[in-house]
């Protein structure tokens, strides 16, 4: 099932299903994912789509493709690079991603990843059991100020990810049931149209159960847990020329099986 976060027009906020691909119309669902939804019959057509979770904290990989760690001249890490977003960047569909001017970033990158939500609180998971643990994936956007991860950040990346807006998910979450591997989807990311990424979740060195099966060692993944994987290769930052964000860049994140995040940049 899809499940989508929507405002409608008198401001309630609820969980959705979508009637169609695009999301045009949608049928309210009571309940909470992480529960059990149930389907209502409300059917709407005028609404505004939210991120599709308010999450319980942002756990972000880094260096998890091959070819992105060879284009960035890194070494193929022996652990998963683990740091984490401000749940506050969290942003929906169809919102402006916002350059930094006050903490001044020239550097702006894009980085399309496959989100899973965690939909069980859990803990020392083992990999054969790790899928069970999981409510479903999201589109998401790990967008990142390069000059504050690189060089301003106190050697921490937590700074140059956590801007507000920095966050992109969406537009809805599809449940595991849809997506048994989910280390076998294409993933491609379009700036203005013109296809930058263009990869498959298989390039990951840590898959989806390896990462949960890590993070969650000694540690509590509450549900509503949001994991980034990490991003392909043709980030900005690794093109010859580099190339950053600008004002007035639409951003396309489109993953196989799960649907499309759009943003533009402001």
Known sequence: MKIARIRLENGEIHYARPLDDKGSSMEILSGDPCQGVMLTGRIFSEFT????MVPAAILCIGLNYRKHAEEMNAKIPKFPVLFFKNPSALLDPGAFITIPRNLLSTQVDY???????????????TRQSAL???LGYIVANDVSARDWQKDW????WCRGKSFDT???MGPWLVTRDEI???NTLRITTRVNGETLQDSNTGDMIFDVPALIEFLSGDTTLEAGTIILTGTPSGVGMGRVPQRWLKEGDQVEVEIEKIGILTNTVL
Not at 111 to 125: D, M, P, S
Not at 153 to 156: I, M, P, T
């Open 180 to 182: 048994p591997d989910p």
């Open 111 to 125: 980085e399309g990843e496959l989100a899973i939500v965690i939909g069980k609180t859990c803990r020392n998971v």
């Open 49 to 52: 789509i939210l991120a599709p």
């Open 166 to 168: 920095f966050a992109p």
């Open 153 to 156: 950040g106190g050697s921490q």
């Open 132 to 134: 069970e643990h999981v």
